[in-house]
């Protein structure tokens, strides 16, 4: 059958049907009809924390956002893993603690739970024998089944694209936003794709713990300018597509709103102590007193240019394979986590340097060899071009064609 469907390929509502069946063949949440329930998916890529300051904001608005996140496998960090650097964090919630979560919090973050497309399980154990893990039907109907399993009704997808993602071409990722805006049109979801830039790790940091105290200074209005921009859009397509924003622009300036007033650091911690972090601990986090928090890393060490210029390039790809055999991810699914393992730009794409600057610390605990190290360095391209980052690139949506972005925020 799978062979069938990659010689002779599938429809969009053959491709819908499919992704429907299996989604049916288990458990598919109910919630409240009144309720505008909406999430966000990424397709996975290096520094990715958006899901933090997202959660942290668009609740505040009266939306319901029931999340299952993954764990980290490869150069791809997982938002399990991030959160579960916050001591006492439990990730694994019963059903009726999600729904809790929802009525009293707005918002739960927890893992793949119950009996969600089983079916999925089924077929994918099927197309790795038989060499059909790669048709992006089966790859877009795989995702969107657990995902839409969620009871949404609304629905934003991340959809990265360059050396640190996992769609390869610009082309590919256009062509697997697509694919995945029909399948949740098809199915009634509001369903959006934003094609965003991974050749550059998202922020400063990589590793799980170092990434919660990032995600934690954007939510303070402090973070990096590219997460909070990626978050704003984000926040801005599900405010939009539940109708409490009237435009792009404004949804944008809400979210911001929310970091800038303190709104969102409130409902972040609210979220954390309704999944089992101590108020201790809470004060901690809302004073920046990470290091009363987290674990330290043994050894932390420098990395710094042999000659000025700008830098052209930080490679995503290469740093996030650093950051695994640092122990800060995983090659096997069994493997453990060190989670303040990592690394911490000091500088990124765009910026000048002179020479002798710091352009990023190594956070270890004895597993940086010679040749890992090179790797780190040679992640940074020094030369003349300081243009900098632009993340967000285009807009995909059912029935209409790829938009660049600046002209979407216009339109909308």
Not at 57 to 67: C, S, W
Not at 149 to 165: A, M, N, Q, R, Y
Request: net charge negative; aromatic share 4%; hydrophobic share 35%.
């Amino acid at each position: 059958m799978l062979m069938a469907f990659c010689l002779r390929g599938l429809t969009t509502q053959e491709t819908v049907t499919l992704t429907k069946s299996m989604m049916n063949s288990g458990t598919v949440q109910k919630w409240d009809p009144s309720w505008k329930t909406v999430d966000k998916h990424s397709t996975g890529g290096v520094g990715d924390k958006v899901t933090f300051p997202l959660v942290a904001a668009v609740p505040l608005f009266g939306l319901k956002m029931p999340m299952v996140a993954g764990r980290g496998l490869g150069h791809t960090g997982g938002t399990a893993d991030k959160l579960e650097s916050i001591p006492g964090f439990q990730i694994g919630l019963t059903e009726d603690h999600m729904r809790r979560s929802l009525e009293e919090v707005g918002c739960y973050v927890t893992t793949q739970f119950g009996n969600i497309a089983p079916a999925d399980k089924t077929l994918y154990s099927i197309r790795d024998i038989t060499s059909t893990v790669s048709y992006p039907p089966l790859i877009c109907s795989s995702i969107m089944s657990k995902k839409l399993s969620e009871g949404l009704g609304s629905l934003v997808l991340d959809v990265k694209t360059g050396v640190g993602s996992v769609t390869g071409s610009l082309e590919q990722a256009e062509g697997l936003a697509r694919m995945m805006v029909d399948i949740g049109a098809g199915m009634g979801v509001e369903t959006t794709a934003v094609l965003t830039e991974m050749d550059t790790p998202i922020g400063y940091t990589i590793g799980n713990s170092l990434e919660i105290i990032e995600s934690l200074e954007c939510i303070k209005g402090q973070g990096p300018t590219d997460l909070e921009n990626i978050t704003c859009v984000q926040g801005a397509v599900l405010l939009c597509g539940a109708g409490v924003a009237s435009s792009q622009e404004e949804g944008e300036e809400m979210i911001r709103k929310t970091f800038k007033d303190g709104s969102a650091l409130e409902m972040f911690l609210r979220i954390l102590e309704n999944q089992g972090v101590k108020k201790e601990t809470l004060d901690f986090l809302k004073s920046g007193e990470y290091d009363k928090v987290f674990s330290t890393a043994k050894y932390v060490e420098t990395v710094t240019t042999e000659k000025s210029g700008a830098i052209e390039a930080v490679n995503a790809l290469a740093l996030g394979k650093a950051t695994v055999l640092l122990g800060g991810g995983r090659q096997l699914p069994g493997d453990v986590i060190e989670p303040a393992a990592g690394i911490k730009l000091l500088r990124t794409k765009g910026d000048k340097v002179e020479e002798g600057d710091i352009l990023a610390e190594i956070h270890h605990d004895g597993r940086l060899s010679p040749a890992l190290r090179t790797r780190i360095e040679d992640a940074f391209t020094i030369g003349e071009n300081d243009k900098p980052i632009k993340r967000v690139l285009s807009v995909v949506k059912a029935g209409r064609p790829t938009e660049d972005y600046e002209i979407y925020r216009k339109r909308s």
